[in-house]
């Protein structure tokens, strides 16, 4: 402490996980971070403070209010009000899943382009045409980098169909609702692309109560690696 006040320094990295309000915080898949971030904190010597998401308020003032040395922003979508705002922040700034493209901030995620021709190459080899997607709102960044290479890839190929198009939020529960549609329909998708593992696990709980078999009636494949 006493070393802190002599440096006037916090020791302090910040640490928001936004749209909680919006998820069951078990499906939330910022705090699979978490681990991780106070891991790499604690070995160099810094403490972590969470923040609760906030809409209201500039992200520049409270990391200025609370002294943080750095922030990792994980949650971010593209209608968020304070977009900004995170590019004033005077200290290092990292965000997950979010290409902000601010010189103050770096990109920490996967190559979703990339990640998704790979499944899609796959589901393409394996003999599939009537490849379906459970897709998630425009606000995100991620899921609408995911969507794009899916539907790149379909448009290529001459096989997209707009009916095999289904719209999900990140949830195991709309997977589930997606899940019910697709048992409904007289024309199914032999597969269907997740945007994301939960949904995928969604969609495969409903088949079965369906009494679809998996892969033998429709394929699921899933983003995430959970």
């Given at each position: 402490?006493?070393?802190?006040?002599?440096?006037?320094?916090?020791?302090v990295?910040?640490?928001?996980i936004?749209?909680?309000?919006e998820?069951?915080?078990?499906?939330?898949?910022?705090?699979?971070?978490?681990?991780?971030?106070?891991?790499?904190?604690?070995?160099?010597?810094?403490?972590?403070?969470?923040?609760?998401?906030?809409?209201?308020?500039?992200?520049?003032?409270?990391?200025?209010?609370?002294?943080?040395e750095?922030?990792?922003?994980?949650g971010?979508?593209?209608?968020?009000?304070?977009?900004?705002?995170?590019?004033?922040?005077?200290?290092?700034?990292?965000?997950?899943?979010?290409?902000?493209?601010?010189?103050?901030?770096?990109?920490?995620?996967s190559?979703?382009?990339?990640?998704?021709?790979?499944?899609?190459?796959?589901?393409?080899?394996?003999?599939?045409?009537?490849?379906?997607?459970?897709?998630?709102?425009?606000?995100?960044?991620?899921?609408?980098?995911?969507?794009?290479?899916?539907?790149?890839?379909?448009?290529?190929?001459?096989?997209?169909?707009?009916?095999?198009?289904?719209?999900?939020?990140?949830?195991?529960?709309?997977?589930?609702?997606?899940?019910?549609?697709?048992?409904?329909?007289?024309?199914?998708?032999?597969?269907?692309?997740?945007?994301?593992d939960?949904?995928?696990?969604g969609?495969?709980?409903?088949?079965?109560k369906?009494?679809?078999?998996?892969?033998?009636?429709?394929?699921?494949?899933?983003?995430?690696?959970?």
């Amino acid at each position: 402490f006493a070393k802190k006040l002599a440096t006037n320094k916090s020791g302090v990295l910040g640490v928001f996980i936004l749209g909680r309000e919006e998820l069951n915080i078990s499906e939330h898949f910022g705090f699979r971070f978490l681990e991780g971030i106070l891991d790499s904190a604690n070995k160099k010597g810094y403490d972590i403070t969470l923040f609760s998401s906030s809409n209201n308020t500039s992200y520049k003032k409270i990391c200025e209010e609370k002294r943080v040395e750095g922030v990792i922003f994980i949650g971010l979508r593209r209608d968020n009000p304070f977009l900004e705002d995170i590019a004033l922040i005077k200290v290092p700034v990292a965000v997950i899943d979010f290409e902000l493209g601010s010189l103050n901030s770096v990109y920490v995620g996967s190559d979703n382009k990339v990640g998704v021709e790979k499944g899609m190459e796959y589901l393409w080899d394996m003999g599939h045409r009537k490849i379906g997607v459970l897709r998630v709102y425009k606000e995100s960044d991620v899921g609408e980098k995911r969507y794009r290479a899916y539907r790149e890839f379909m448009e290529k190929k001459g096989i997209y169909n707009p009916e095999f198009e289904f719209m999900g939020d990140f949830t195991k529960e709309s997977g589930y609702l997606c899940g019910e549609k697709i048992a409904k329909m007289s024309e199914r998708p032999t597969a269907l692309f997740c945007l994301s593992d939960l949904m995928a696990i969604g969609v495969m709980d409903s088949l079965k109560k369906n009494l679809l078999a998996i892969p033998n009636d429709i394929s699921i494949l899933g983003f995430d690696n959970i």
